[in-house]
């Protein structure tokens, strides 16, 4: 561009001005550094603002080049300060995720490692036990429908179970026909509708009822089910089995007993106990022969077929295992509870 005569000096001076001004920007280390520089560049007493007010003094026939000069100017500062702005902002997330970033390169040495929750441990022990012994595992719906969950159980309308400060209820089809399971019995109904016997299984799961939690209850708890169906199987086969299975879990030194008691779903019914080698004894479960209409719920001829059944908390032998006082200490995750087992 050739030389334009009697240029102001606001004007003429303005390239090493931005010249300066770039070589700021250049050396600017954050974003708040940049937009200060933008700011004295462009503001009352920058080098832009002081070249325009300047052009009152340019001749006529020269302004609309010496103001493209002055536009120039202000554009190249802003694109300057916009790229050193990109650059600033990768470097800064790169900062920050060197800063934050997790050291997952292998440890030399024996490691510490982690371990399934105490719970499923009982659990997939307890699973093992039965499997050993010829069960298969078989497994249901959390929700179920009254019949399943009740009906088909030979529980009957009107029971204590039933009421809604025992069970919890679920809003859905007609009030009171949808409920959380309270048990894992239903599984056995499903079992016996879905396959012929015999029928030798464990229903481990979780179960709902409307308990408030202590030491020894949880609203949300865990049950496991056994179901036999076969001929000719009777209260002896239910009490030779309680029997292997308390020696195959907790050891030879251990033995069980049964004891008459009321269940819906058996009859006769009986509750079964352990007795630890100080000879004390321990309640576990329920248990009994499956009754009659119940076999007929799940579409089986109770003139040709018979079985026992027999249900207690896996929560429970957790805590006659290892010893737990407070069963609540299982579920609340804390590490210096679960690393001891």
Avoid at 1 to 17: C, H, K, T
Avoid at 37 to 54: D, E, F, N, Y
Avoid at 114 to 127: N, S
Avoid at 149 to 159: T, V
């Amino acid at each position: 561009m050739p030389d334009i005569p009697e240029i102001p000096s606001e004007i003429s001076e303005l390239g090493a001005r931005v010249s300066a001004v770039l070589a700021q920007v250049e050396s600017a280390e954050s974003s708040d550094e940049l937009t200060a520089i933008l700011s004295a560049a462009t503001g009352k007493t920058g080098p832009i603002t002081v070249a325009r007010k300047a052009m009152s003094q340019v001749d006529p026939t020269h302004r609309k080049s010496v103001g493209m000069r002055v536009q120039d100017a202000k554009t190249t500062i802003e694109t300057a300060v916009e790229a050193r702005r990109v650059g600033l902002g990768a470097a800064e997330r790169t900062a920050r995720v060197q800063a934050e970033r997790m050291d997952l390169t292998e440890v030399v040495g024996t490691p510490t490692a982690g371990h399934i929750h105490p719970l499923t441990q009982a659990w997939e022990d307890l699973e093992d036990a039965f499997i050993g012994m010829g069960f298969t595992v078989a497994e249901g719906p959390h929700v179920e429908t009254d019949w399943y969950n009740f009906d088909a159980l030979n529980i009957p309308k009107g029971h204590p179970a039933r009421d809604g400060f025992d069970s919890l209820y679920v809003n859905n089809g007609e009030e009171g026909s949808t409920v959380l399971r309270t048990h894992t019995s239903p599984v056995q109904i499903r079992t016996m509708q879905a396959q012929e016997p015999p029928i030798y299984i464990i229903a481990p799961g979780r179960v709902f009822r409307r308990d408030t939690a202590d030491a020894t209850h949880l609203p949300v708890f865990h049950q496991i089910e056994g179901l036999v169906i076969d001929k000719g199987i009777g209260l002896a086969h239910l009490a030779g089995t309680i029997e292997k299975f308390t020696q195959a879990f907790f050891g030879e030194e251990f033995h069980s007993r049964l004891r008459p008691n009321y269940f819906p779903f058996t009859e006769p019914s009986a509750e079964f106990d352990i007795q630890r080698p100080d000879g004390s004894w321990l309640e576990l479960g329920g248990s009994g022969v499956v009754h009659p209409n119940v076999l007929r719920a799940g579409g089986i001829d109770p003139e040709e077929w018979s079985g026992f059944a027999f249900g207690f908390g896996i929560d429970r032998f957790l805590q006659i295992k290892h010893g737990v006082t407070d069963l609540r200490e299982a579920f609340t995750n804390d590490i210096r509870f679960l690393e001891q087992f």
